[in-house]
């Protein structure tokens, strides 16, 4: 009987992924939007037409393919247009993510090994925050690990049945196409499995020609309905963020994929350490060969491209690494012969995550602007009802479209207007919603000797002004 399906095993299995679940739910709307998931909230709309969106992601999210705003739009769609609810999609693909990360383990490592990687994956502070926001981050990680699952099963040849093995291939061709439509960053991914395949086929001699062919329909397809975006993305000589270099540096990222600076470079010496002690059986084995490759490529390509072209590396972008990451310090900690050298990275591990696993979540801080918690403020603590924001500004449709559609008893008794060339007749007085970190979306107005300013509320990143008639 397979390991994994084995009753006991089975279920600490599940007993992990719930638990993983779980922690994403119970949080999942301890923040407010940031100003991208307006974004994509006001892009995924269900009132407006393909063709409308479509122009909407042209104009505000250039940057990223529609493939996730569309998602979010027809999951919108069968629900309420509401922000709490296009939490639930990212929350739901961050769950799959998991239960595949300890499916792709028992795939690569047919032994308990699986159990750790889906521990280490149910505790990622990372995979959680990027789980709940509504970003195309948790789609891109949860399509690369079933991509990369369905590349090890083909490649492995689990499939003898022809039939089902061409099930399983046009499958792999389908989710190929849409992982790497999700984010360019993805194509590494294709580009380390063909790395991957080539290495097999020469130094292993261990053709798989089904694989190879397998490759064209996916590239036609891909470019077919990537052309245009990738076109124009080729056509920036800067990008949409300056990179913060000295995070490549400083850890790979790992302290922002772990948590902290300590956790990071616990991570980080661990995965090196590993592949130095096992690079023998690596090189051997055609699952972590493609592991290693994944790895050093979301570094690799994204740093040669901006030393030929742009700056063009985030954390974020590369979130499918926390794959290789995980999984290859899960199965090859295991297969370590010594125990005690076994069980002290185990032991390491496991008290450090859960330790700061329960700190993340316990001292969590707000890291994103406060409109709503600004707008309750008001709310009970003013008799003013009026709430302007000043169409200004590039932002100020997203803003307003999510203060909008919050749920009704947030808005009750509150009017919220979008100032543009005159307030309506009959306002007074209003309390003007401001982000700070945007010096043009600001708490002033340019009628200044007919508007009094007389009190100032704060939150984290916004504030809100109240103006009389002078």
């Excluded at 037409?49 to 909407?56: K, N």
């Excluded at 196409?177 to 499995?193: D, M």
């Excluded at 493609?290 to 972008?317: A, C, K, M």
Aim: positive net charge.
């Amino acid at each position: 009987m397979f390991e994994m399906f084995k009753k006991k095993t089975l279920c600490i299995y599940l007993v992990i992924v719930f638990f993983g679940i779980l922690t994403i739910w119970h949080q999942l709307n301890y923040e407010n939007f940031w100003l991208d998931e307006m974004n994509s909230f006001w892009i995924a709309d269900p009132k407006l037409s393909f063709e409308d969106s479509l122009i909407r992601q042209k104009k505000t999210d250039f940057h990223n393919p529609l493939l996730f705003n569309l998602t979010l739009k027809e999951f919108l769609n069968f629900t309420v247009y509401e922000p709490t609810n296009s939490r639930i999609l990212p929350f739901i693909f961050g769950s799959i993510s998991i239960c595949f990360f300890g499916i792709l383990s028992y795939q690569i490592k047919k032994d308990s090994s699986f159990l750790f990687t889906t521990f280490l994956a149910s505790v990622s502070i990372y995979i959680i925050n990027y789980s709940q926001e509504v970003r195309p981050y948790s789609l891109l990680l949860m399509l690369s690990i079933i991509n990369i699952f369905l590349f090890c099963i083909i490649s492995n040849n689990v499939i003898k049945e022809k039939f089902y093995n061409f099930i399983i291939l046009l499958i792999f061709i389908i989710i190929s196409v849409l992982n790497y439509s999700t984010n360019p960053f993805a194509l590494i991914i294709l580009f380390s499995q063909i790395t991957n395949l080539l290495y097999v086929s020469f130094y292993l001699n261990k053709k798989n020609n089904l694989l190879f062919f397998s490759l064209i329909p996916i590239i036609i397809f891909y470019f077919l309905l990537n052309s245009d975006y990738l076109v124009n993305q080729l056509s920036y000589s800067s990008y949409m963020l300056s990179p913060d270099i000295m995070n490549v540096i400083d850890g790979l990222y790992f302290p922002r994929f772990f948590g902290s600076k300590i956790m990071g470079y616990i991570y980080l010496i661990t995965l090196l350490f590993l592949i130095f002690y096992k690079k023998k059986i690596i090189l051997q084995n055609n699952n972590y060969l493609l592991l290693v490759i994944i790895f050093l490529f979301s570094y690799f390509i994204p740093l040669t491209y901006g030393l030929i072209r742009t700056p063009v590396l985030h954390d974020r972008y590369i979130i499918f690494v926390l794959i290789p990451v995980i999984l290859l310090i899960s199965c090859l900690a295991n297969e370590i012969t010594s125990n005690k050298i076994k069980n002290s990275i185990f032991f390491i591990l496991i008290v450090s995550t859960l330790c700061n696993h329960y700190l993340e979540i316990v001292n969590r801080k707000n890291t994103k602007p406060e409109f709503v918690n600004l707008i309750k403020h008001i709310k009970d603590s003013s008799s003013e009802k009026n709430i302007i924001i000043y169409d200004k500004f590039p932002t100020s449709n997203l803003v307003f479209n999510y203060l909008n559609n919050l749920e009704p008893s947030i808005l009750k008794n509150l009017n919220l207007i979008q100032y543009k060339d005159n307030l309506p007749k009959d306002v007074s007085s209003f309390w003007l919603l401001c982000y700070t970190p945007n010096k043009e979306f600001n708490c002033n107005i340019s009628e200044t000797k007919i508007w009094k300013p007389q009190i100032v509320n704060k939150k984290y990143l916004v504030e809100a002004k109240l103006f009389k008639l002078n």
